[in-house]
């Protein structure tokens, strides 16, 4: 392997930038050059690529987003879309490529390797936690750490006023960012669409609270199950205060990555290259158990990552 593509595709997340460092770092020593593709599958598409070298990628490990930009390219759907983009990436000498992105993008990279024999890596990074055959995707722990600290915020504006916070947080049709950011925070309740939401028990229990001299109360919906002003209306007619809503949206996209998440980067960007030399090819890079493992894209994306149903329980416990 003399040659390799990289790109971010779809949302970013915190940390993208620390796969690209890792992964163009660990090529580099083994002499293998690579080229960075802008915007995901538009800049193959737009020949649009910058060749990295090790110095290149200095400094932007502790960057949120991704130098490398992204895009999502519904066109990719189309075969002889893809078909254009194979025909480039062969034509520019490319190997393999590496994809750094969520389940849309690892599904494009699947099908180019697939239609096209382009071999391809992929490497998780989605705030949504809802990649299959890694217990984290790089950005998930910045983003809970976002959501907890913005949080925490509304709490105590929540107990001085003593109302009640609706807060709708990302996670695409995945529940994960809500039920651990609701854990971590101790909400009254987590709206996810994993479970069915009964309003009216959930209106008798604040009311218990109330009574029992609770302040505040913080209800966390995830944006796949319900809008935070539906939650409201479900509500406002059940429960006698004030309540306020809030819809953290991309702010929980942003941010310069936790420890964790440069951790999992560095490490995962390594084992492409591993993965390389190795002549493994169309697998993605997966966290078990705090080992790295590999995984057929094709195991990966036939299947959907399940909420630990014992953490929903725990939430339901201590709330
Ligand atoms: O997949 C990441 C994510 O942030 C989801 O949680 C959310 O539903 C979606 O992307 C938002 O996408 P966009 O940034 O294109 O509005």
């Known amino acids: 392997i003399k040659r390799i593509g990289l790109m971010t595709s779809g949302g970013d997340a915190p940390g993208m930038n620390a796969v690209i460092r890792a992964v163009t770092r660990s090529a580099v020593v083994e002499n293998i050059e690579v080229y960075?593709?802008?915007?995901?599958?538009?800049?193959?598409?737009?020949?649009?690529?910058?060749?990295?070298?090790?110095s290149d990628v200095g400094g932007i490990m502790e960057r949120g987003g991704t130098?490398?930009?992204?895009?999502?390219?519904?066109?990719?759907?189309?075969?002889?879309?893809?078909?254009?983009a194979a025909d480039i990436l062969k034509d520019l000498g490319i190997d393999v490529l590496v994809i750094i992105g969520g389940n849309g993008?690892?599904?494009?990279?699947?099908?180019?390797?697939?239609?096209?024999?382009?071999?391809?890596?992929?490497?998780?990074?989605?705030?949504?936690?809802?990649?299959?055959?890694?217990?984290?995707?790089?950005?998930?722990?910045?983003?809970?750490?976002?959501?907890?600290?913005?949080?925490?915020?509304?709490k105590d504006t929540a107990s001085s006023h003593e109302r009640a916070f609706i807060v709708e947080v990302m996670g695409r049709t995945s529940g994960y960012v809500a039920l651990m950011s609701g854990l971590a925070i101790g909400a009254e309740a987590i709206i996810i669409p994993e479970v069915p939401t009964d309003y009216d028990a959930l209106a008798e229990k604040m009311w218990d609270e109330r009574k029992r001299g609770k302040i505040n109360s913080i209800i966390v919906v995830a944006e796949g199950s319900a809008?935070?002003?539906?939650?409201?209306?479900?509500l406002e007619n059940r429960i006698?205060?004030?309540?306020?809503?809030?819809?953290?949206?991309?702010?929980?996209?942003g941010?310069?990555?936790?420890?964790?998440?440069?951790?999992?980067?560095?490490?995962?960007?390594?084992?492409?290259?591993?993965?390389?030399?190795?002549?493994?090819?169309?697998?993605?890079?997966?966290?078990?158990?705090?080992?790295?493992?590999?995984?057929?894209?094709?195991?990966?994306?036939?299947?959907?990552?399940?909420?630990?149903?014992?953490?929903?329980?725990?939430?339901?416990?201590l709330s």
Not at 67 to 84: A, C, G, M
Not at 227 to 234: G, L
Not at 240 to 253: A, C, M, P, S, V
């Open 36 to 54: 960075g593709f802008l915007r995901g599958f538009a800049g193959i598409l737009d020949k649009d690529y910058k060749k990295f070298t090790y």
């Open 67 to 84: 130098i490398l930009r992204t895009s999502r390219v519904p066109e990719f759907k189309v075969p002889e879309v893809r078909k254009k």
């Open 105 to 154: 993008s690892l599904t494009g990279g699947k099908l180019l390797s697939e239609e096209q024999g382009i071999p391809v890596i992929g490497v998780p990074a989605s705030i949504d936690n809802d990649i299959a055959y890694t217990d984290m995707s790089i950005g998930v722990d910045t983003c809970l750490n976002t959501v907890v600290e913005a949080m925490q915020k509304l």
């Open 227 to 234: 809008s935070a002003y539906t939650v409201a209306r479900h």
């Open 240 to 253: 006698g205060f004030e309540t306020r809503i809030t819809i953290l949206g991309h702010i929980q996209r």
């Open 255 to 317: 941010g310069s990555p936790t420890a964790f998440d440069r951790i999992l980067a560095s490490r995962m960007g390594n084992e492409v290259v591993k993965a390389i030399k190795d002549g493994d090819f169309d697998v993605m890079i997966g966290l078990s158990k705090n080992d790295l493992i590999r995984t057929p894209l094709e195991k990966v994306l036939s299947e959907s990552n399940k909420l630990d149903m014992e953490i929903v329980k725990l939430a339901g416990i």
